[in-house]
Structure formats: C-alpha cells, structure tokens
C-alpha cells in the first residue's frame, strides 16, 4: 500500500484549563476501550498514548474519503461523532466519579492531517515520546497508557500494528523500532504536528 496524505490524522485533546482527565488506571483503560468500542470499522489507530491531562491519536481514514475536515463521506461524519460521544460519556462517567460537572475536555477535539509519509512517521514517534518529555518516566517502557510496548511486543488488542508498520514505515524488529522511538525529535518539527 502507498502512503495516502489524505488518510492520516493526528487527533488530540486535552482538559478543560489543562485540567486532569485521568485519575486512577482504570480511567485509562475505559477510555481505550470506548474509543476501540465507537470507531472500530470507521478507522484504524495506528498510535496513541493518554497523559493525565491530555492525550493522542494517529489514525488511518480508509481512502476514498476526503478527511475529517471535509465532510462528504458518511462514515467521516459518524467517525467525527464518534470521537465526540467517546468523550461526552467519558466526561459524563469521570465526573461522576470525581463528584465534578462541566466540561471535561476542551471544547473541539483537534485534528491534523498529515500529509507526508516523513510527517506521518515523526507523529507517530511524538506521540509515544510524550511521558518522556513530560518527565512522567525516564523510559518510554515505562509508561502503560501507549501504544509504544504493543510495537515493542507486536501485539495489541487497540492498534492495527500492520497497518501503522505498513504506512509509516516501522520496523518489525524490536530492536531498530526501540532505536528509532528514542530519535530526537526537535522542537520545530513537534510544532509543525499540533
């Protein structure tokens, strides 16, 4: 398959005044399988990792549609409102659980398409580097809520491992694919993606 600039999206949010979205491990792991649960056939995730305040996604919109932005097709309509009730339930179960209410989560979940391969494969190691950056753990291994150990084991139940591996040019190999997720990414070029 060749790489489709009109497929890939980095797709992002973040609490409302940066506020914590994530309390305990198992918020993590509801908000994974809501997201599974609502956009399994609608898209692939090829990436992501959750941070207490906000978190990432890189997906693969299957070709023929014209991207989020652009709404014709209507699977990117029901993706969009997917993505959207994924948050509004969470939102509506966190705030319960923390005696909370308002919003949750910023008010539009962002979207940037990505339009070169180059751009595609940077995303996708930004998105894993992010504990990293943040000072949350000293190794990207470390941190639980990323796809970075599903690349590392080649196994997921979240990711199409073939997928991402297929498009954004990662390597089988445990060893070069843990090599090349600890390449510097400069400052620059993490602007570019948000």
């Known amino acids: 398959m060749n790489f489709s600039a009109n497929c890939l999206y980095h797709v992002y949010n973040r609490g409302n005044n940066r506020q914590k979205i994530f309390f305990e491990e198992k918020n993590y792991i509801f908000f994974l399988n809501k997201l599974k ?7 692939d995730i090829l990436a992501y990792c959750l941070m207490p305040n906000h978190f990432h996604i890189l997906i693969y ?13 209507q699977n990117q309509q029901t993706l969009v ?9 969470y939102s ?23 339009i070169t391969e180059s751009s595609a494969t940077t995303c996708f190691h930004y998105i894993h580097q992010n504990p990293l ?3 949350l753990v000293k190794k990207l291994e470390n941190w639980p809520y990323s796809s970075f150990n599903d690349f590392l084991s ?8 073939a997928r991402a591996k297929e498009l954004l040019d990662i ?22 993606l948000s």
């Open 81 to 89: 409102r997917k993505i959207g009730t994924v948050l509004s339930s």
């Open 133 to 135: 950056r943040s000072n």
């Open 92 to 114: 509506q179960a966190i705030n319960k659980q923390e005696g909370k209410s308002g919003s949750l989560f910023q008010q539009k979940t962002k979207s940037k398409q990505l």
């Open 171 to 192: 390597s089988d190999n445990p060893e070069q694919f843990f090599k090349d997720s600890y390449e510097v990414i400069d400052q620059g070029t993490i602007n570019d």
């Open 37 to 43: 649960n609502n956009v399994d056939g609608l898209c």
């Open 61 to 73: 919109v299957s070709e023929g549609s014209d991207g989020l932005k652009n709404l014709p097709n």
């Open 154 to 161: 080649n196994k997921s139940s979240i990711c199409n491992l």
